[in-house]
């Protein structure tokens, strides 16, 4: 079904950042995608942490988000945070930890903040169902906000104390960390770049959690022959830092076939995000799901592939389920923001030339998108 047509599907994603109710890491990410001219998240659904930064490095430039499945990674850990950190802030693009929450609000607070994944200190963004009831969402919703402001107090307070020295957690720290033996793990304001050893300054504390920044390193390398290094470069500098704080995704369809996150409960799911619009950003959906006035969420799009030469139109699949459509009759027909691949890049020759060449596609839909409904 298409979407039913509403402002936000022929406003460009520039114009889409500056609207109200929106997340303020909604709006980074909308400007990251317009200056980067790239709508495409990278599913990496890869099993170590050298294959992991590996993929970060080819497809990097290409890309406005890395979606993580960090439970399949098995050596998971500092060196893993650390490096996803690391390229992220090089080639600039957001993280996006794939973990579908979906338990009672107790738990999930937990399995959010705590563990060996820890992912509140390392994903800006993670994703949760909403069959538990709409306490989820809250529960995350604190849970990030806890983790944020004891993360700034403890700056601050370091700050006010002097030049802050390496924690033991930071001490401790090395490549050959194994999850379990992070003595940070439990500890919600024990945050990367603390890990990493990098101290903090004054520049980047603030006295409100908004407006607190993380520290981006000002290497972006050009990726499209129609931006040139200059431009490219002035433009994301222009852009600054992502926010320092976290947003949520709510899973209101899926790509699989008969799953079951359809008609009614899809739509409890919109109005959830409606009661937390500073916190949800938008969707895991097969199209927009911008109804009301005033909504501007954005829909990210899993079960994308391009067909193999030949193949253009038959029904694509895994044989597992998974259902495929291309990012122009996702983003053209269906009005969705950002294209999700993971296969579709991973198993190609050359990573590099599939991210650059699903970027193109993605982008040209949205372009085609804009003009037609102007
Ligand atoms: P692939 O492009 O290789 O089929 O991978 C799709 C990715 O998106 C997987 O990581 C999967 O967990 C995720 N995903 C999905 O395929 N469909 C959904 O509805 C929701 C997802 O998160």
């Known amino acids: 079904m298409p979407p039913r047509r509403h402002p936000t599907v022929s406003l460009s994603y520039e114009e889409r950042a500056s609207l109200p109710n929106i997340s303020p890491v ?30 970060a490095e080819e497809v990097g430039d290409s ?50 903040t705590a563990g060996p994944l820890g992912i509140v200190k390392w994903a800006a963004i993670t994703n949760a169902h909403i069959f538990p009831g709409p306490a989820i969402v809250t529960a995350l919703e604190q849970a990030a906000k806890s983790a944020i402001a004891a993360y700034n107090t403890r700056v601050e307070t370091e700050i006010s104390a002097g030049t802050p020295q390496p924690s033991s957690a930071s001490e401790s720290d090395d490549e050959d960390s194994s999850p379990d033996a992070s003595d940070a793990d439990d500890d919600p304001t024990a945050w990367p ?19 607190k920044t993380e520290a981006i390193s000002p290497q972006p390398t050009p990726r499209s022959p129609d931006l040139g290094t200059e431009s490219m470069e002035a433009a994301l500098e222009r852009l600054g830092p992502p926010p320092f704080l976290r947003a949520l995704l709510l899973l209101a369809e899926m790509s ?58 038959k029904k694509m699949g895994d044989g597992l389920g998974q259902q495929y459509n291309t990012p122009r009759k996702v983003v053209l027909e269906m009005g969705c923001d950002v294209i999700i691949v993971g296969r579709g890049i991973l198993n190609a020759p050359d990573r590099r030339r599939a991210a650059e060449r699903y970027r193109k596609e993605g982008w040209a839909a949205y372009e085609e998108r804009i003009r037609a409904r102007r």
Not at 90 to 110: A, C, M, N
Not at 268 to 296: P, T
């Open 26 to 55: 909604a709006a980074f990410l909308l400007r990251l995608i317009s200056t980067k001219h790239t709508n495409l998240c990278v599913s990496a659904d890869v099993t170590s942490t050298t294959e992991l930064l590996q993929l």
């Open 63 to 112: 890309i406005c988000l890395l979606k993580t499945h960090a439970d399949i990674i098995q050596d998971f850990g500092d060196r893993t945070i650390k490096g996803l950190g690391d390229v992220a802030k090089r080639r600039k693009f957001l993280v996006f930890e794939d973990r579908k929450f979906g338990d009672i609000g107790s738990t999930v607070q937990k399995q959010y």
């Open 193 to 211: 770049a603390e890990r990493q050893g990098r101290k903090p300054s004054v520049v980047s504390v603030s006295t409100t959690i908004s407006t």
């Open 256 to 313: 699989s076939e008969g799953n079951l996150l359809t008609g009614a409960y899809t739509e409890q799911c919109v109005a959830i995000a409606r009661q937390h619009r500073d916190f949800v950003m938008g969707f895991i959906a097969q199209r927009s799901l911008n109804v009301e006035k005033g909504d501007n969420f954005i829909t990210m799009t899993p079960g994308v592939s391009l067909p193999p030469p030949g193949q253009e139109g």
